[in-house]
Each structure stands twice: as C-alpha cells, then as structure tokens.
C-alpha cells in the first residue's frame, strides 16, 4: 500500500495495573505491545495471573516483576484498589 508506514509495537517499561486484562487490552489496540510492571501488591498468585494473561494474543503481553519492594509502613501508604 502506498502512503503507508509499518512501525514495530511500542513498548512500555513503566506501567501500573498490569495485570488487568481490560488494560492490556487497551493497550494492544493502541499499538503497545509490551508493557513491564515494575510491582503491585503482594500476592502467590501474580505470575499464575501473568501467565494466563499472556495465552491470549489480544492482550500486550505483560513482563512483571512481582510484588513490589518497599520497606515497612513505605511506598505504597495506601494499596492500590484493584489490583490482583
């Protein structure tokens, strides 16, 4: 096609709410292919969620780092709503 230009996906290293579908979603329409999320509240299930996440191609895919690390009473004060 003339006229047209083909970029690769756009990658994002600093995102927060990864790990919801709806986002990645969002994101991938968007032209975002990859996002990292740096680290959300503690949970056993974060890669588990991560991993099912990735099985679908409409999603970006979601590079995670985990829980995130912070010292007693630190950042974040307040957990986030939502998060899994």
């Known amino acids: 096609m003339q006229g047209a230009t083909i970029l690769p996906g756009f990658i ?3 995102i927060h709410q990864g ?3 709806q986002n990645l979603k969002a994101w991938a329409q968007g032209g975002v292919t990859t996002v990292r999320d740096l ?3 503690p ?3 974060l890669f588990a969620r991560r ?6 191609p409409l ?3 979601l590079v ?5 690390v912070t010292v ?8 986030w709503e939502g998060v899994a």
Request: charged residues 20%; hydrophobic residues 30%.
């Open 51 to 56: 991993d099912a996440l990735l099985k679908d």
């Open 64 to 68: 995670a780092a985990g829980p995130m």
């Open 12 to 14: 994002n290293a600093h």
């Open 39 to 41: 680290g959300t509240s």
């Open 59 to 61: 999603n970006a895919r």
């Open 72 to 79: 007693p009473e630190g950042y974040p004060m307040v957990p």
């Open 19 to 21: 790990y919801s579908e």
């Open 43 to 45: 949970s056993d299930t």
